[in-house]
Every structure is written in C-alpha cells, then in structure tokens.
C-alpha cells in the first residue's frame, strides 16, 4: 500500500434541493446536485450545495457530524435545535402539523461560521448554501417534516432519539498559530482549517490518516496540483511532503482523535 497522500474520487448526488451551480468547486451542472460525497472509512466528508430548504430531521447515536460554511447568499440560515424546549408529544403534534418549521432555532450564517450537530439534534438547512460537512460514516437520518414533499417520514424512528431542545449554536474557533485553526475537536473526529499563503513542509501522523479537503486557492501537494473540491488521504506513517500554494490555499484537515 502506498504511503503517498492520494485524490480521493468524488460522487455525485442528485437531490431536490440540489444546485446546477457548483463552481468553484466542481464543474457546473446540467443535474440538480445536492450532495458530492468522499466516503473515507470512519469519516465521510461531504459538499453540500442547496437551494432550498432541506428536510427537518434527527440522527440516531453513531452520526454525529459538522458544517463548515463555504458560500451563503444573504438570507442563508441553517436550524440547529428548538427555541424551547418541548414534550416529546408536542413535537410528534408539530411534526404532524408543520407547526415545526416555527418551533426550530434559525441561526443566520455566513462564510467560515462552524456548527457541531450531535446526534438527536432536530435540524435543518435552509437555502442559498455550500457547506462543507464532515460526519461518522453511518448512513442513517430520520425525516421529521418535509414541507409537503412526497416521501416517507420517520417520526417512531425519530422520536425515540430526538432531543426536543435548544442547541448551543455556532462552535467557535480556536487560534493554533501558524495558519492553523481548531474547528471541532469531538470524540469522534478533529477539524482544523489551514491557510497558507507559503510552502509548508506537511508531516503525516504516524498512528492514524490525515484527510484534507481543499476549500480555496489553488497549488501543489507533494507535487500534484490541487484545486477547491479534491479531497487528498494522506496514510499514517508516510514521508513529509510539500505543499506549495499558488499565492493562498486554504484546506480543512480532519483526522480520527
């Protein structure tokens, strides 16, 4: 197996909520693209581009995932939790209704901003959003409401792990030094956003993989070129390599704790 960093290749997925606009990221496209997914054993990383609001739903334990936000149009706003807390009766009531849509906490966003969503956490994302989320690898989400939409609802499933409650909001970041900031750091995985505007000589952990998603800028990494969207393993116990950003790169790392 090498030891060298290597692009991992993208899916693609269609979604109704999805955008046609994927630039700088991705080639634009004729399909309504919701979800670009690296799937990377214990962690998946995914890019998210909507234009309208997505599903309200829950995550059971073994899904506990962030946002990083790359894009939002002025108005933008995801949902993190409930204003009140609430009966696990009255949120089935409001589920049913649609009285929902009010009960949840919109948070405005913009560019950079960070959020942690543990599991059982009702959520939702709104429109006019690129995100850049990195989860568990567990494919499993509950529907609360949909809006109208025609498909299946979870609400037993969803209940039964729902936290009817508010949510701490934005996670705020912490200053490394050196171009280095701490995102998230959860028993689950660690997120550091890395800005270099000089060639960094990158040395890979020698006990677990690196991953590191370009979000902005452009130059080489170990002597590959890399662009916004591509996402790079790096394996345990590889030599140093450089990366070399073409004026400024910016890269999100994520690894196991």
């Not at 899916?11 to 990221?25: A, M």
């Not at 004729?30 to 234009?51: C, M, Q």
């Not at 073994?62 to 009140?84: C, D, F, N, Q, S």
């Not at 701490?168 to 995102?183: C, H, N, Q, S």
Request: glycine share 8%; charged share 25%; with cysteine.
């Amino acid at each position: 197996m090498s030891l060298r960093p290597a692009r991992l290749e993208p899916s693609f997925v269609e979604k109704i909520w999805g955008s046609r606009r994927l630039e700088p990221w991705f080639r634009d496209s004729e399909r309504s693209i919701g979800e670009v997914w690296f799937p990377a054993e214990e962690i998946l990383v995914k890019f998210l581009f909507t234009t309208d609001r997505l599903s309200v739903q829950v995550h059971p334990p073994g899904k506990t995932e962030m946002w990083y936000v790359l894009r939002a149009e002025p108005g933008a706003a995801i949902a993190l939790g409930l204003k009140e807390p609430v009966s696990k009766e009255r949120l089935r009531e409001a589920a049913l209704s649609g009285e929902i849509e009010q009960m949840l906490a919109w948070l405005p966003v913009a560019p950079g901003d960070v959020m942690l969503n543990p599991p059982g956490t009702v959520h939702a994302l709104g429109a006019g959003l690129v995100l850049c989320e990195i989860q568990q690898n567990y494919p499993v989400t509950y529907r609360l409401y949909d809006y109208g939409r025609p498909r299946r609802l979870h609400l037993e499933e969803a209940m039964a792990v729902a936290r009817a409650e508010p949510h701490p909001g934005k996670t705020a970041p912490v200053e490394l030094g050196d171009g280095v900031t701490r995102l998230v750091e959860c028993e689950f995985f660690v997120t550091d956003r890395l800005r270099l505007d000089a060639p960094r000589r990158y040395q890979p952990d020698p006990q677990r993989y690196h991953l590191l998603i370009v979000t902005e800028g452009s130059g080489t990494l170990a002597g590959e070129p890399v662009a916004p969207g591509e996402l790079w393993r790096v394996p345990a116990g590889g030599e140093p390599f450089e990366i070399r950003p073409a004026g400024s790169l910016e890269l999100l790392r994520t690894h196991l704790p």
